[in-house]
């Protein structure tokens, strides 16, 4: 099976071994040693001194662990949303009692950081903006690092959804100014799902302390203090770190700046076969356009879901789906994590087959 959905990706097989280790005490020395160095790869990749958290949980239970942390019902937020992954982080601060003013883009479209400047501007009390780094569903990657330039010029608190970008393509959180990252292990890190990663900055921990949301499995001191002992408050997904222990490796030996351009390289590989085949890209403007994921019209009068099936049945390919009002219209194509050129260029193969 060629695997190109954006998560879960492929693991290399070093990887999968290592996961099937047999299990230890997660209070013992072998356990608290591997915390360590996972921990200090997650710094490594974020780009921070202070020690990423990390969380047994999937994607979206980071994003709720970053949301219920630093928030209070009642608060005011602005959500920056492009896509369905920008309605989810939404969705999730309205369930915990957040007020919410949203800044919602058409589907394809990137965020505007100087109407982000000026909605902030318009209202004093909105304490913290929400927005996706890398939106799957569409394809596009936001200014991060201009839109982050506009909070800290308005000292607002800044909640970001790495998931499907850290690890694959540059977001240093700290350089950035960055206040809580949150990403998941299925996506760039060549690893199973079972983890996701928070990066909290002083601010987000001055914000944790007035922070009134409830939150028990999910409560960032806890999880905070745990790791000062090198522990996890609660039973955590050991075979997973088994899995980003080995991922590390990998991925130090390769370094950050190869696997930004392997990255760069397979996207816009991707984006120029895809626009050979007369086929157009969800992002309207293609300077947004992903690094990890390619998204991509089907085009009028074909039946995207029948030939993404013909895909996975004849030619053992799985494409990604559109999610949303975006469901038949659209296919991906995840290229993040652990993959190479063959992986893309058979993928493109069948769909420009298919399309013939
Ligand atoms: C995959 C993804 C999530 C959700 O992660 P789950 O592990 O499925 O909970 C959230 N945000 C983005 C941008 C994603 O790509």
Known sequence: MNLRIPGPTPCPEEVLQATGQQMINHRGPEFAQMLRRVTDGLNWVFGTSSDVLSVTTSGTGGLEFAVVNTLSPGDKVLSVSIGSFGDRLKSIAKAYGAEVVSYALEWGEAADPAEVGRLLDADAEIKAVMVTHNETSTGVTNPLELIAAEVRKRDRLLI???????????????????????????????????????????????????????????????????????????????SIYYSMDKAFELMRAEGLEGIFTRHEDLASYTRQRVKSLGLKLVPVDEKFASNTVTAVWWPDGIDGKALSKRAREEFGLVLGGGQGKLEGKIFRVGHLGYVYKDDVVSALDVVEELLA
């Open 160 to 238: 970001v959804d790495a998931v499907s970008s850290l690890s694959s393509v540059p977001c240093p959180v700290e350089r950035w100014g960055l206040d809580v990252v949150v990403s998941g292990s299925q996506k760039g890190w060549m690893a199973p799902p079972g983890l996701a990663f928070v990066y909290m900055s002083e601010r987000a921990w001055a914000a944790n302390a007035d922070s009134k949301m409830p939150k028990y499995y999910f409560d960032a001191v806890k999880t905070r203090d745990s790791l000062a002992k090198l522990q996890t408050p609660w039973t955590p997904a050991v």
